[in-house]
Nanobody
């Protein structure tokens, strides 16, 4: 069964940077978009950034100008996080949606990002 492999989480100081990476364990076809979500303690999961198969990007207002999502090949998805603030502390989840007529979502297991001095 395909699963998503996430890496790059950890501890950063305010103003610092981290880069998250996501890749499927097997080749996926008909990828529609790759997204990153996050969930902080006691809060709902929220969309952080998305990149489509056509490389169109979309960002939540609270990360615009600080985070950048990219794809270096057809399947992976990286999230570069700069100028981190304590409010960015959360578990970050990768999501890859495939399929045209019947979309299906793959989710990563989550990677912890902690921003603290």
């Amino acid at each position: 069964q395909v699963h998503l492999v996430e890496s790059g989480g950890g501890l950063a100081q305010p103003g610092g940077s981290l880069k998250l990476s996501c890749a499927p364990s097997e080749r996926l076809f008909d990828i529609k978009h790759v997204s990153w979500y996050r969930q902080a303690p006691g809060k709902q999961r929220e969309l952080v950034a998305t990149i489509t198969s056509g490389f169109i990007t979309n960002y939540a207002e609270f990360v615009k100008g600080r985070f950048s999502i990219s794809r270096t090949n057809a399947m992976n998805g990286d999230l570069q996080m700069n100028n981190l603030i304590p409010e960015d502390t959360a578990i970050y989840y990768c999501n890859i949606q495939v399929g045209t007529t019947t979309p299906y979502d793959y989710w990563g297991q989550g990677t912890q990002v902690t921003v603290s001095s």
